[in-house]
């Protein structure tokens, strides 16, 4: 996954649907996700405006705890330890040139809250549009509304 850091988040959000990106799911305010045919782009939202740090690479595992463990062993710089994120687990180290890069996790009840919010928003009604869920409702959001 490819997360871009957005200041103007739901300026984003619609920018990368008017140009044809699938939106597969949206929490207005809170985070956006893309369908690019195997890789996803993530948009989430920030209020620091720093230029060198609007995007990221994160590796999906399927454990953080152990790869944290086992990297931070060898000597990998950590920023900090595996903490709770909204949608999972999640650990930041940098690269040797000093890259960001997050450890991610995902967990089955963070998603399942999340796919309950964007329930709550009603992101498949006919105001779609206006809470921000993709323009083609077959494909967008919705897929999340049938999600266990």
């Known amino acids: 996954m490819i997360i871009l850091m957005a200041h103007k988040f739901e300026d984003t959000v619609s920018f990368y649907k008017d140009r044809g990106f699938v939106c597969a799911f949206h929490l207005k305010e809170k985070w956006a996700e893309f369908d690019l045919g195997g890789v996803k782009l993530g948009l989430c939202p920030t209020s620091d405006q720093n230029h060198d740090r609007r995007s990221r690479l994160v590796l999906e595992v ?87």
Not at 71 to 83: I, L, Q, S, T, Y
Not at 104 to 113: C, F, H, I, L
Request: proline share 3%; hydrophobic share 35%; glycine share 6%.
């Open 62 to 148: 399927a454990d953080v705890d152990a790869v944290y463990k086992a990297w931070k062993a060898e000597g990998v710089d950590f920023v900090n330890e595996p903490k709770v994120a909204i949608h999972g687990i999640m650990a930041t180290f940098t690269d040797p040139d000093g890259n960001l890069v997050d450890l991610y996790q995902a967990t089955p009840e963070k998603v399942k809250d999340l796919v309950r919010k964007v329930k709550e928003q009603d992101c498949c009604s006919d105001t779609a549009k206006e809470s921000g869920c993709s323009k083609n409702k077959a494909t967008g959001c919705c897929k999340a509304k049938d999600a266990k």
